[in-house]
Structure formats: C-alpha cells, structure tokens
C-alpha cells in the first residue's frame, strides 16, 4: 500500500467503517510509515476538535498541545 491509498483510507474510515481487508492492509500499512501514523493522530486529533466545537466545548489543552 501506498502512502496516498492509506491516506484515503484514513479520511474514508471516518464517514464509514472500513471491511477487514482495509483495515488489516491499512494496519500494517501504519505499522511501518511515522508519516501516515502522524496524518492518523492528527485527523483523530481534528475529529474531536470539531465535534467539540459542534457542541460547543472550548478546546482542551491536550487538543493545543498537539498542534
């Protein structure tokens, strides 16, 4: 798998879950890139600062940090 294709991956799991096949070639996939484990951490990271945002909760310093 490619660096562009595990990104894909990563932003099509958070609108829908990915089949076993994805998951596993998207797993090892992060096991050897820091780059893509990098992007995961920090699309997570914007996830829940948006979906914080939509209710209305101000950043917490974990969410400051990370940036």
Same mark, same amino acid.
């Given at each position: 798998?490619?660096?562009?294709q595990a ?20 797993r090892i ?5 820091? +780059?893509?484990?990098?992007? #995961? ?6 996830? #829940?600062?948006?979906? +914080?945002? #939509?209710? +209305? ?11």
């Amino acid at each position: 798998m490619q660096c562009k294709q595990a990104t894909q991956l990563l932003s099509l799991r958070q609108e829908r879950p990915l089949n076993r096949r994805e998951k596993f070639s998207l797993r090892i996939h992060l096991m050897l890139c820091k +780059g893509c484990r990098n992007f #995961a951490t920090q699309m997570d990271s914007l996830r #829940a600062i948006s979906r +914080g945002y #939509a209710k +209305g909760e101000p950043p917490s310093s974990d969410d400051s940090e990370s940036t």
